[in-house]
């Protein structure tokens, strides 16, 4: 669960996964539903999140 603990500035993080996770799924925090999956292999994640704000994530790994 990448987070910003900045309660004044808005950022951006690179979330960089291991070789062994190849979807990320963002868990909704309206519906507690799963959207459809993104691609997280070879490439990094780019999550933009306001001052305070956290995120939640399902990693799918190689089969």
Request: hydrophobic share 40%.
């Amino acid at each position: 669960m990448p987070d910003n603990r900045s309660f004044s500035k808005k950022i951006t993080a690179k979330l960089a996964m291991k070789g062994e996770f190849i979807f990320a799924l963002e868990v909704s925090r309206e519906t507690d539903k799963l959207p459809a999956p993104v691609s997280v292999s070879p490439k990094a994640l780019d999550v933009s999140m306001e001052a305070g704000e956290g995120r939640l994530y399902l990693l799918a790994r190689k089969k």
